[in-house]
């Protein structure tokens, strides 16, 4: 049973404070998580809870450090690590706001995590296989979608688009795939050294955007996945996250880099021209999250050729999930542990989204740290795909070097390739 419950404030990966939590169980086994912070976040996902004022830009986590030590531990003591529902449902009587501000969405995540690992620890069992055998799944390494360049939010708006991925869904397993991308990530680094247009990184670690539209950006990775020895669309996909809210204002779509301000309309006919022009196997949030005309269209007219992930949109929500379904928007979804707040929570959306025939992709914020809980339940739950950001950066490879020790315990072969995913949308 859990002694003891215990916050204290950390550093994340852009220098903000954040929480962590320790789970001490009665034998003395401990858990232990850390909870991420998004810049580019969705209206209806869990409040990370700020302090507000002068001190640390506003960012301190006190309040939530407050909540965690005062009524989430003392809610928990006593309770049976092993059920982690009931623990997460403990945790959300203590709060009625719709989207858990009063007890702040990083002091449950973190909390809601590190009872998943004290279970794990308790049953001397790695984190991924503990969560397959909690929730009944079947274990496998996913594919990845890895930062090239970074944009948006992420990068004082330098370019429109939020992030320029790649997918390698024909590796033979994890490990090619960090040997390809690598190959792609420092090949966009010689060409963009070449124009003269290295200029550092943005925030996940991808290479700062010094484009002058979005299509040079998307020019310049199909030439470093040439340079890296690769024929686009064969081995390599693109996959992007539009993160459309962000550039949303007053129903309109103001793309700096575009030369216009479009509708919804003229956003999903730009997006659709990329789709023909590059080869693009991924797309999120290609519009914003108020539009649901907008994402119903884009569905409708690319749903069968791409993969269409809600991120803002659906903020790893199952009823949302099971709602646009419904509608006929999306048809993928990205699962942000501390979007939702608990772990019970996450994975009630994962099965919506795999009940619906969608896919699912486990993902980290672009705040991050040396947690790796991520890698393990994307593991676990064989959802099939994990999005961390970049190939820089510890808070970053922190995620794919715990897949590669995973690797070695559950096999090469546990890779997912992308033509074994509920669905696929490449050869
Ligand atoms: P965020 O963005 O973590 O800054 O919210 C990540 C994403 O949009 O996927
Ligand atoms: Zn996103």
């Keep these: 049973a859990i002694a003891s419950v215990k916050g204290r404030r950390v550093w994340d990966s852009r220098g903000h404070p954040t929480v962590e939590v320790d789970v001490v169980l009665e034998n003395g086994v401990l858990g232990r998580a850390i909870a991420p912070a998004g810049a580019s976040r969705g209206t209806r996902e869990a409040i990370d809870l700020r302090d507000g004022g002068k001190l640390l830009q506003g960012k301190n986590v006190a309040k939530a450090l407050a909540s965690v030590n005062g009524p ?40 809601s995590l590190a009872i998943l690992h004290a279970a794990a620890a308790d049953a001397r069992k790695p984190l991924w296989r503990h969560v397959a055998d909690q929730y009944g799944t079947t274990p496998s390494l996913p594919l990845p979608e890895i930062q090239i360049f ?126 023909d022009a590059y080869p693009i196997a991924s797309i999120e949030d290609p519009v914003g999250e108020d539009d649901r005309a907008g994402m119903i269209e884009f569905t409708r007219r690319f749903g069968d050729k791409v993969q269409i992930i809600g991120d803002d949109y659906l903020v790893t929500n199952a009823q949302l999930v099971h709602e646009a379904a419904a509608q006929g928007a999306c048809n993928a979804v990205l699962i942000k542990v501390n979007q939702a707040g608990t772990v019970s929570e996450s994975i009630e959306t994962f099965h919506a989204a795999i009940a619906q025939g969608w896919g699912a992709i486990v993902s980290a914020r672009s705040g991050e740290t040396e947690d790796s809980s991520i890698s393990h339940l994307s593991t676990g739950l064989g959802g099939g795909q994990l999005k961390v950001g970049s190939f820089t950066r510890s808070e970053r490879m922190v995620k794919w070097n715990e897949c590669l020790r995973i690797q070695d315990t559950l096999g090469r072969d546990a890779f997912v390739k992308g033509a074994s995913l509920a669905r696929t949308w490449w050869g």
């Design 150 to 275: 970074g944009g948006g939010a992420h990068a004082g708006r330098r370019v429109d688009i939020q992030d320029f991925m790649i997918m390698v869904p024909g590796a033979r397993d994890f490990d090619e795939v960090m040997e390809i991308t690598n190959e792609v990530y420092f090949a966009a680094g010689d060409i963009m050294a070449q124009k003269g247009k290295l200029a550092g990184v943005a925030d996940e670690g991808g290479w700062w955007p010094m484009f002058d539209s979005n299509e040079e950006a998307l020019e310049t990775l199909v030439a470093a996945i040439e340079k890296a020895g690769e024929v686009p669309g064969e081995r390599v996909v693109i996959s992007l996250d539009i993160a459309a809210s962000e550039f949303r204002k007053d129903g309109a779509y103001n793309l700096a880099l575009e030369d216009r301000k479009m509708d919804s309309a003229g956003l999903i006919d730009l997006l659709g021209g990329w789709l």
């Design 72 to 111: 989430i531990a003392k809610a928990l003591k006593g309770r049976d690590v092993n059920d982690q529902g009931a623990a997460d449902a403990a945790i959300l009587a203590l709060d009625a706001s719709p989207f858990k501000e009063m007890l702040g969405g990083n002091a449950t995540v973190a909390t």
